[in-house]
């Protein structure tokens, strides 16, 4: 059985929740089966959000468990959750926000800074009041990344397309954009060529 599991944390307003979305329905479009169990305060923006998503190619015993292969952490406070991740498992961390240093050296980390990534495409002509919405799909494009997926666009826009849709479907361009830059931002540091997953 090939199953992995993914526990996103962050605060209200950057995207956890369509984060958790994103995963789970590229989970589904490639045949797996996926579990998806949000979890947030009662303030809209600024509390405590986190998302546990589970995929697996076999049938799910549980959406939570007590030890998670990827633990992405959007902000300091998420860091608390290192301690839940499997030994060899995955940190990603968004360094725009988080100045903790790992504790565990069992670990692999990669760091990406996602708000600031996010925050730099506002120079692109994207019709947003605050581009850092998009340090989500940032997130979504360098998890695919460590994951030694290829970028295929048009499955990322069907994603993007599953979780934006009516009105919010305007935003789908902006975000496909901050996928491609989240991972092309890990890739290179994983030595990918570009050319060869298929992101050109």
Not at 9 to 33: K, P
Not at 108 to 116: E, K, L
Not at 136 to 151: D, E, I, Q, R
Not at 170 to 178: D, G, K, Q, Y
């Amino acid at each position: 059985m090939t199953s992995r599991s993914y526990l996103i944390v962050g605060h209200g307003g950057q995207g956890v929740l369509d984060l958790g979305n994103f995963l789970s329905y590229d989970a589904m479009l490639h045949g797996e089966r996926t579990a998806y169990t949000p979890s947030y305060g009662p303030e809209t923006r600024g509390g405590k959000v986190r998302c546990y998503v589970v995929t697996s190619d076999e049938e799910i015993d549980s959406p939570i468990v007590d030890e998670i292969d990827v633990l992405v952490a959007m902000n300091n406070p998420s860091m608390d959750f290192e301690k839940v991740v499997k030994p060899k498992g995955l940190l990603l961390m968004n360094q725009s926000l988080i100045d903790r240093v790992p504790t565990r050296r069992d670990l692999q980390v990669i760091g990406i800074p996602a708000t600031d990534i996010a925050d730099k495409m506002k120079d692109q002509g994207f019709a947003l009041s605050d581009t850092r919405v998009l340090q989500n799909s940032v997130a979504y494009g360098a998890t695919l990344a460590t994951l030694g997926k290829p970028f295929d666009k048009e499955e990322v826009r069907a994603v993007l397309e599953h979780v934006y849709q009516g009105s919010k479907s305007r935003f789908i361009p902006a975000n496909l954009e901050a996928a491609r830059a989240g991972y092309e931002f890990v890739a290179e540091r994983q030595g990918l060529k570009f050319a060869e997953c298929g992101c050109d």
